[in-house]
């Protein structure tokens, strides 16, 4: 079963255009795992241009499902990772000034640090995984550094999909297989959407978990949270 994890990210950024809680990304959470999200994921950034500290803090005991932290691991998100205690943490190697995430890690050149730094939230007993471009060559050095799991980036399949979706898929299939020889967990996300998951979610063997935002919180202004959460299920569903 592959689960749906909300990034409840673009609920902050409307609430932060007006400085006060509306909408309320507490209050969304809650709706989004009463309407059948199986996790929760944010992604807070150095500026707090969307979640900010203390939604991180005020979200860990409403989120009974999976919780997901996802960030660069820079000392004041490890310290923050540590004390909230989430489910799963996801490291992105985002730049501050970043739009959006926009690459995987290259674990080669990392290995040192990205082994460090999941060996403390290894001891924490926090589950442990980096995001990852779709380059099979890459899984080995992911191993090494001790991570349970890989999350594919998926915006590369996103953005051919439309064109060649056999092509846009093939490097994410040839990843995921390796990641499977090398007994890693597989995660995906990043620009999936109601029209891309499904393709997606049947070519990728033992996918436990996509986690959507922008494309979900944008079809959900016109089709409502719920209806759209149980959209999302309906394309992972495997009968
Ligand atoms: C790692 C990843 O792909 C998502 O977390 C994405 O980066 C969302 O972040 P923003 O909402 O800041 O674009
Ligand atoms: N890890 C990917 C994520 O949380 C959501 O990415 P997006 O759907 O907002 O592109």
């Not at 090494?144 to 590369?156: P, Q, S, V």
Request: glycine residues 6%; hydrophobic residues 40%; contains cysteine.
């Amino acid at each position: 079963m592959t689960k749906l994890s909300v990034n409840i990210n673009k609920i902050a950024t409307i609430r932060n255009a007006r400085g006060a809680e509306l909408p309320s990304v507490t209050e969304a959470a809650v709706k989004l795992q009463e309407f059948g999200a199986q996790g929760i994921t944010i992604h807070p950034r150095p500026d707090q241009r969307h979640i900010t500290r203390k939604d991180v803090y005020d979200l860990k005991p409403l989120v009974h499902t999976e919780f997901n932290i996802e960030g660069n691991p820079h000392r004041p998100f490890i310290d923050m990772v540590l004390e909230v205690k989430p489910e799963q943490v996801t490291f992105v190697p985002d730049g501050e000034d970043a739009i959006t995430s926009n690459a995987g890690w290259d674990c080669e050149k990392n290995l040192g640090f990205l082994k460090n730094v999941i060996a403390e939230f290894k001891n924490a007993g926090i589950r442990t995984s980096i995001f990852l471009d779709p380059k099979p060559e890459m899984v080995k050095f992911a191993k090494e550094t001790g991570a349970d799991r890989i999350e594919l980036y998926t915006e590369a399949y996103a953005t051919h999909y439309l064109k060649n979706k056999e092509e846009a898929i093939k490097p994410y299939i040839e990843t995921a297989l390796e990641a499977q020889k090398y007994g890693l967990g597989i995660n995906a996300g990043h620009d999936l959407s109601l029209e891309n998951l499904k393709y997606f979610a049947d070519h990728i063997p033992n996918l436990l978990e996509v986690s959507i935002g922008h494309a979900l919180i944008s079809e959900a202004l016109y089709m409502g949270l719920e209806n759209t959460v149980q959209a999302y299920l309906k394309r992972l569903a495997k009968w």
